[in-house]
């Protein structure tokens, strides 16, 4: 078996990473570049430069005295920037700062070793230092293992293996400059570079699947949560709502359901502009909430219609909840960038009856809230009684 050459495998890693530029510039990702993608992508254009640069250096295009200093700066810089885009995927952005600082630091570090020692000390420097890099994006793949994809899983432990396999060559340099038995000096070389080209082929797929699996996860949300609200939207609330219809008729204790509708909104997005209406909204929500139970639910139906679930509620306890929330809504206005604009809600309340189906519930529900809209508004109006109930 021919041995390959350190030139060929830096060329090797040139293309590739030129040709993973090639297809992050044709990938569609939507209307908006995630960040971590946009950081990836940027990591990758600068690895290809770094990675260019050293080949052309090895072939004598470039003179070595500014190919391999100039060259390692830019790979340190890519890889840095490579373990922040991993940060980035966990949802940290924080990692800017430190992670140009480590890079400085590498490169002063690398600099430091070329001028002592043009080959050993370098090799060392450059080796640990990558090594540390794809560490640091290893852990932070595996950072929220409880939470992560097999997929993440997969590859912060791949990236934490190679990334030790090619810190190992740096400290068998240091340690063991002659090698050990069979494991000579020239193969953890050859294991080094291999290394280096299979955490550009991985972390190249991995990256995007990983978007991928993120989209696809995002999606699936959107279609159970409203995303201006984030509380469960009609079909999330529907599904919610199913097992306690079931329970509903058993005998035990009742649950109850309450629709509310804010009054005149119309007014607010007309006097205030949307965004301030999307703020009352949010506020809303959260206003409900801390007026709620773990185990209750809000979910918004559609527009500025909201219903909550009681479990284990009856109908006086409930009265008791929705008039909380029409106090706690109608005396809380909500600052916006011209005024304080002040809301009112009017209320709907019902028990779910062992007959119901969602369709006569809501409508005994709408009817009600219609009554209290009907009353001048910002009130609290229970259903008509069932016979049962009354
Ligand atoms: N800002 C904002 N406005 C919304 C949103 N969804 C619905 N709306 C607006 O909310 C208003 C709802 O109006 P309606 O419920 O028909 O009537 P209203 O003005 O609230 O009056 P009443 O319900 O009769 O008291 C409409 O103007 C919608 O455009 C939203 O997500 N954000």
């Given at each position: 078996m021919t041995n390959l050459d350190a030139t060929t495998m830096v060329l090797v890693l040139a293309l590739g990473n030129l040709a993973l530029c090639a297809v992050l510039t044709f990938y569609d990702h939507g209307p908006v570049r995630?960040?971590?993608?946009?950081?990836?992508?940027?990591?990758?254009?600068?690895?290809?430069?770094?990675?260019?640069?050293?080949?052309?250096?090895?072939?004598?295009?470039?003179?070595?005295?500014?190919?391999?200093?100039g060259g390692y700066a830019l790979l340190f810089a890519g890889v840095a920037v490579e373990a922040g885009a991993a940060w980035e995927t966990n949802g940290r952005e924080g990692w800017r700062r430190p992670m140009l600082l480590a890079a400085l630091l590498s490169i002063l570090t690398f600099f430091v070793c070329y001028l002592i020692d043009e080959q050993g000390l370098r090799s060392?420097?450059?080796?640990?230092?990558?090594?540390?890099?794809?560490?640091?994006?290893?852990?932070?793949?595996?950072?929220?293992?409880?939470?992560?994809?097999?997929?993440?899983?997969?590859?912060?432990?791949?990236?934490?293996?190679?990334?030790l396999v090619v810190a190992l060559r740096g400290l068998s340099v240091l340690v063991l400059p002659g090698g050990w038995r069979w494991l000579s000096s020239e193969l953890l070389r050859q294991l080094s570079s291999a290394a280096l080209y299979v955490l550009m082929l991985s972390n190249g797929f991995g990256m995007l699947l990983l978007g991928r699996e993120r989209a696809g996860r995002e999606l699936a949300r959107l279609e159970l949560v409203d995303p201006l609200t984030n509380v469960p939207n009609r079909r999330g609330?529907?599904?919610?709502?199913?097992?306690?219809?079931?329970?509903?008729?058993?005998?035990?204790?009742?649950?109850?359901?309450?629709?509310?509708?804010?009054?005149?909104?119309?007014?607010?997005?007309?006097s205030y502009g949307h965004p301030a209406g999307d703020a009352v909204l949010r506020n809303v929500v959260e206003l409900c909430r801390r007026q709620l139970r773990d185990s209750d639910l809000v979910g918004r139906l559609v527009g500025v219609e909201f219903a909550i679930l009681l479990p284990r509620t009856n109908l006086d306890e409930a009265l008791?909840?929705?008039?909380?929330?029409?106090?706690?809504?109608?005396?809380?206005?909500?600052?916006?960038?011209?005024?304080?604009?002040?809301?009112?809600?009017?209320?709907?309340?019902?028990?779910?009856?062992?007959?119901?189906?969602?369709?006569?519930?809501?409508?005994?529900?709408?009817?009600?809230?219609?009554?209290?809209?009907?009353?001048?508004?910002?009130?609290?109006?229970q259903a008509v009684a069932s016979p049962v109930e009354a």
């Open positions: 995630p960040p971590a993608l946009a950081a990836w992508a940027l990591s990758k254009q600068v690895q290809a430069g770094a990675w260019t640069l050293l080949a052309l250096g090895g072939f004598g295009v470039v003179p070595e005295p500014l190919a391999l200093p060392v420097a450059s080796s640990l230092l990558l090594g540390a890099f794809y560490l640091i994006g290893a852990i932070a793949l595996a950072s929220g293992w409880g939470k992560a994809s097999l997929l993440q899983r997969f590859l912060a432990l791949l990236t934490a293996v190679l990334a609330f529907f599904n919610a709502l199913a097992p306690w219809m079931a329970l509903a008729r058993r005998p035990g204790l009742p649950t109850a359901l309450v629709v509310l509708d804010l009054d005149g909104f119309k007014r607010v997005n007309d008791l909840v929705a008039e909380r929330i029409r106090a706690a809504i109608a005396s809380t206005p909500v600052k916006s960038e011209r005024a304080l604009i002040a809301m009112t809600a009017s209320f709907g309340v019902t028990i779910l009856r062992p007959e119901d189906s969602t369709v006569t519930l809501f409508q005994r529900a709408d009817d009600a809230l219609q009554a209290a809209k009907g009353a001048g508004r910002n009130r609290v109006s």
